[in-house]
């Protein structure tokens, strides 16, 4: 039986449901409900890795869940392009794209982000064009705020503050089901059993419920594609290296084609100054990074990722990641990080290895371990290119001290088939964010929260 009846109900309060709670709020007398599994913002603590020195794999992880989702604790780097961190483009012109990301960029401005933009030297970043074009390497350019993790909890906060007295909120909640009846979508259900009604839903639960919004979609007969696989390394090496593309640009886009199969890798998340941090995905344990606006480390890090379609009969691409990380975790008792040298001699890495090394690990829980054993050929093949291109635009990138942890693995494989307003095959259904597979970043999410929203607060006004 329904126990309140609300005009939009949104699962996951991440970017994607913050934003559509702000723009609900702010363009129609909705009344909305935020459900999200995770603790409110203050009692979002990582306390097994702070007690004991690695991650107990807790469900609902204290990173990835809770108000703020993965954003919360995220490095703050909003990239200003639609060129990557989601399929936007593929849902809205590109007039209206530039700008939605401009609108979401005034917006976290207005909640404090920082003013300061990286990329927008153009003499500095054709420069760096043409010395990637030479080490074979594809430069995207982009210009990127950048907020670091303290500021984009304080940002997150304030949004908290705006929304708190006008939407109900529901922390430690977790959304067991969508209702819907006669192909119209009717609340949700919860895992209590308890259930909530309205007239709109907006899925929201990020890479952490990709799995249940697959699930979801499976029971209720929507249909969706498989989007790329992103699976690979986080790299760590001294700042120092780094210094001449990251000063200019913050973050590189570096995309290269390896010769062997001709695969997709590339750079993502880098993190100047920062530290490698790991991720709880439903029980796995993956691994990040972030960078403090304040506080600094004397290594950079970046992910390589290897972006493999599967083909027929195989359709669980998620499935597929989890495989991979959960190899890592069986062999490492959680992240593994070996030195380039080890891996490049074929042997593992080891505490005194690691020791003996020019970088030491941000990450002190990774166990030193052999990647070999964990990632396919053609994984392990595309990374040793990639470093050797890479080397050519910042030397020392290639060294035999590298560090590499894994796995990295993003779980926004699975993309629901959606309108141009982000609704679903169901009525009034909606599904935006990383969970739907349709953004990979903050601001894409942040957008198609907006977009959703909008559309909602139309038919309100309408109705
Ligand atoms: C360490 C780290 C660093 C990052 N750095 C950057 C960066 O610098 N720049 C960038 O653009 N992106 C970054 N990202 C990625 C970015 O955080 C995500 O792209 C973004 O948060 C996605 O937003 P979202 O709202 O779609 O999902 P999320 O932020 O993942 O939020 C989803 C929420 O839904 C909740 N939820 C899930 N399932 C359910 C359920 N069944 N019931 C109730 N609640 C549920 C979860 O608890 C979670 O709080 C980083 C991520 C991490 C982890």
Redesign the pocket.
């Known amino acids: 039986m329904a126990t309140k009846i609300y005009d939009a109900i949104i699962?996951?309060?991440?970017?994607?449901?913050i934003f559509a709670a702000l723009e609900l709020i702010s363009k129609s007398r909705a009344r909305v409900l935020i459900?999200?599994?995770?603790e409110p913002l203050e009692k979002r603590h990582c306390r097994t890795q702070r007690e004991y020195g690695r991650c107990l794999r807790c469900n609902?992880c204290a990173?990835?869940?809770?108000w703020?989702?993965?954003?919360a604790?995220?490095?703050?780097?909003?990239?200003l392009t639609s060129a990557f961190?989601g399929y936007l483009n593929e849902y809205i012109d590109q007039d209206s794209i530039e700008k939605m990301i401009e609108e979401v960029d005034q917006i976290y401005l207005s909640y404090g982000a920082s003013e300061i933009v990286y990329g927008t030297d153009q003499e500095a970043v054709k420069d760096m064009e043409r010395s990637a074009a030479a080490a074979g390497l594809n430069l995207v350019p982009a210009k990127i705020r950048h907020l670091g993790t303290e500021n984009c909890y304080r940002v997150i906060e304030k949004m908290y503050n705006a929304l708190s007295d006008k939407v109900d909120i529901l922390m430690n909640?977790?959304?067991?089901e969508l209702v819907t009846e006669d192909g119209m979508v009717k609340g949700v259900k919860l895992k209590s059993g308890e259930i909530y009604s309205a007239d709109y839903v907006i899925c929201?639960?990020?890479?952490?419920?990709a799995e249940?919004m697959y699930s979801e979609s499976k029971r209720l007969g929507l249909k969706g594609i498989n989007n790329p696989v992103d699976i690979g390394v986080r790299v760590e090496v001294p700042a120092v290296i780094m210094e001449k593309l990251t000063s200019q640009a913050y973050e590189s886009k570096l995309i290269y084609f390896t010769k062997h199969f001709d695969d997709r890798i590339r750079t993502f998340?880098m993190n100047p100054y920062g530290v490698v941090?790991t991720?709880g995905n439903e029980g796995l344990v993956t691994v990040?990074?972030?960078s403090y606006a304040e506080t600094k480390t004397v290594n950079t890090n970046f992910a390589l990722l290897v972006s493999k379609s599967f083909t027929e009969p195989f359709t669980e691409p998620i499935r597929y990641g989890r495989y991979i990380a959960s190899l890592a975790n069986m062999l490492g008792d959680g992240v593994i990080v070996q030195r380039l040298g080890d891996l490049l001699m074929g042997r593992r890495s080891t505490t005194e290895r690691i020791r003996r090394g020019l970088v030491q690990p941000t990450l002190t829980e990774a166990t030193p371990g052999d990647l070999s054993l964990v990632l396919p050929y053609r994984y392990l093949l595309a990374i040793i290119e990639m470093l050797e291109a890479l080397d050519k635009l910042a030397p020392g990138v290639n060294s035999r001290h590298t560090l590499l942890y894994g796995i990295e693995v993003k779980f926004y494989s699975y993309r629901l088939c959606l309108s141009s307003k982000l609704e679903t095959d169901i009525n009034n259904l909606f599904a935006?964010?990383?969970?739907a597979g349709v953004?990979?970043?903050?601001?894409q999410?942040s957008s198609t929260?907006l977009l959703a929203a909008r559309e909602i607060a139309n038919r309100l006004q309408n109705n």
């Open positions: 699962v996951g309060a991440g970017p994607a449901g459900i999200d599994k995770g609902p990173i990835t869940c809770g703020g989702g993965a954003g604790f995220s490095d703050g780097k909003l990239t961190g909640t977790i959304v067991a929201a639960p990020g890479r952490v419920g249940w998340c941090v991720e990040n990074g972030h935006v964010g990383d969970g953004t990979r970043g903050l601001i999410a929260g």
